[in-house]
Nanobody, 119 residues
Framework: QVHLVESGGGLVQAGGSLRLSCAAS????????MGWYRQAPGKQRELVAL?????NYADSVKGRFTISRDNAKNTVYLQMNSLKPEDTAVYYC???????????????WGQGTQVTVSS
């Protein structure tokens, strides 16, 4: 079994900052990609940021959000600065993880953490 546990969401005023964390645990052999997605009410889930050997960001968060990864802790972070009301959403951690004894990786999701930005 593999689990992703997120933390760090909350309520913040526009212009403020939050840092999300997501720790992977379980029978992990290697972690390929890690990333953050978000889903606002009435909207589809969208990619926010992805990290492999490089990073990729949604245009809407470039220059404001930074994704990073601590491989020793199997943890991915999302530093969110200059937050806007339109960043309000449930943020989900995602990882492609190869388990011990398996030939390929599988996709795993965290439970989601609410981020609310007030105007």
């Amino acid at each position: 079994q593999v689990h992703l546990v997120e933390s760090g969401g909350g309520l913040v005023q526009a212009g403020g900052s939050l840092r999300l964390s997501c720790a992977a645990s379980g029978s992990i052999f290697t972690i390929n990609t890690m990333g953050w997605y978000r889903q606002a009410p009435g909207k589809q889930r969208e990619l926010v940021a992805l990290i492999t050997s490089s990073t990729n960001y949604a245009d809407s968060v470039k220059g404001r959000f930074t994704i990073s990864r601590d491989n020793a802790k199997n943890t991915v972070y999302l530093q969110m600065n200059s937050l806007k009301p339109e960043d309000t959403a449930v943020y989900y951690c995602n990882a492609n993880i190869k388990r011990r004894g398996y030939a390929y990786g599988d996709e795993y999701w965290g439970q989601g953490t609410q981020v609310t930005v007030s105007s």
